[in-house]
Nanobody, 116 residues
Framework: QVQLVESGGGLVQPGGSLRLSCAVS????????MGWYRQAPEKGREMVAF???????NYADSVKGRFTISRDIAKNTVYLQANSLKPEDTAVYYC??????????WGQGTQVTVSS
């Protein structure tokens, strides 16, 4: 089984930054895609950003230019650098990993709250 453990969430003022981390229990190269999703209160889960095994990235329109997804292969960790945060970025952020071998895996989530 795959374990994904998120960290780095918290309370931040509008305009601030956070770096979320997702520690993976397997070599991240086995995953076709790894990404970040978020779910705000009373809303559905939405894709924020993802990175493929080849290193290609994609972002939701709402975060383009503000968020950056990256990975550290040696540490089996995926990051989400979130800058210029807005109140509407408030949500629980989930790490996601997809592979042929293990299917779809989710972390437990980390809360991000953007408020003054």
């Amino acid at each position: 089984q795959v374990q994904l453990v998120e960290s780095g969430g918290g309370l931040v003022q509008p305009g601030g930054s956070l770096r979320l981390s997702c520690a993976v229990s397997k070599n991240i190269f086995i995953f076709n895609v790894m990404g970040w999703y978020r779910q705000a209160p009373e809303k559905g889960r939405e894709m924020v950003a993802f990175i493929t095994s080849g290193g290609s990235t994609n972002y939701a329109d709402s975060v383009k230019g503000r968020f950056t997804i990256s990975r550290d292969i040696a540490k089996n960790t995926v990051y989400l650098q979130a800058n210029s945060l807005k109140p509407e970025d408030t949500a629980v952020y989930y790490c996601n990993a997809r592979s042929v071998q293990y299917g779809i895996s989710w972390g437990q989530g980390t809360q991000v709250t953007v408020s003054s």
